[in-house]
């Protein structure tokens, strides 16, 4: 079946430090490939997505390619700020299956200290 | 504003009761989905909907009953039989199943 992997959290970073939330998937089809964002008590909020190999999802400074060889999507930011302290989530899709519901990691809480 | 709307925020469950979450959305969106999320833990998938009139069972859907009469719809009924309901719930709408999907509040859900 499908299923996604992420790095095990918290990981606490201090202000202005370099972000990477590692993600890799196994998919029965060809997948597309997302990243949510998760604030305490709040919903999720989609933060980028790809959905093809080689593809590059960007938004608010955070960026993710699509490496279709590594099965992999991980996220990346270049000065994480304390406003983006909150659960991050990497997720897939393949629309060749009968249901088609996002299938998602068990997330990754990022911590940025002042 | 379009949007998707979770209530109550805070729901409280004697034993033996069954209670509901109600989901709404306004986006025009045929597909709708109910996830689970339990403390440090991924999202899984109860229940889903691709059109009215019609729900799938998702990876955990025992204890779990939904309905969907409308388009802009889709409620969650916690049964007595689940054991385990302490839980946040997450609904969540799409325009067409596989594309980004567009999430609720969230109501948490606790066991008096």
């Known amino acids: 079946g499908d299923s996604v992997t992420q790095m095990e959290g918290p990981v606490t970073l201090s202000e202005e430090a370099f972000l990477t939330i590692n993600c890799t998937y196994t998919?029965?089809?060809?997948?597309?490939l997302f990243w949510y964002v998760q604030y305490p008590g709040e919903g999720l909020q989609l933060l980028l997505k790809?959905?093809?190999?080689?593809d590059k999802g960007s938004n608010k400074g955070f960026e993710a390619t699509y490496r279709k060889e590594t099965t992999s999507f991980h996220l990346e930011k270049g000065s994480v700020q304390v406003s983006d302290s909150a659960v991050y989530f990497c997720?897939?899709?393949?629309?060749?299956?009968?249901?088609?519901?996002?299938?998602f990691g068990s997330g990754t809480r990022l911590q940025v200290q002042p | 504003d379009g949007g998707i709307t979770q209530s109550p925020k805070y729901l409280f469950r004697k034993e033996g009761q069954n209670v509901t979450l109600s989901c709404e959305q306004n986006?025009?969106?045929?597909?709708m989905y109910w996830y689970r999320q339990d403390p440090g833990q991924g999202l899984r998938l109860i229940y889903y909907?691709?059109?009215?009139?019609?729900?799938q069972k998702g990876d955990i859907a025992e204890g779990y009953s939904v309905s969907r009469e409308k388009k802009e719809s889709f409620p969650l009924t916690v049964t007595s039989a689940q054991k385990n309901p302490t839980a946040f719930y997450l609904c969540?709408?799409?325009?067409?199943?596989?594309?980004?999907?567009?999430f609720g509040p969230g109501t948490r859900l606790l066991v008096l």
């Open positions: 969540a709408s799409t325009p067409r199943p596989g594309e980004t999907q567009y």
């Open positions: 998919a029965t089809g060809y997948p597309s």
């Open positions: 790809a959905t093809k190999a080689d």
């Open positions: 997720a897939l899709s393949v629309m060749d299956t009968g249901r088609r519901a996002l299938t």
């Open positions: 986006l025009n969106h045929d597909a």
């Open positions: 909907s691709q059109i009215v009139n019609d729900f």
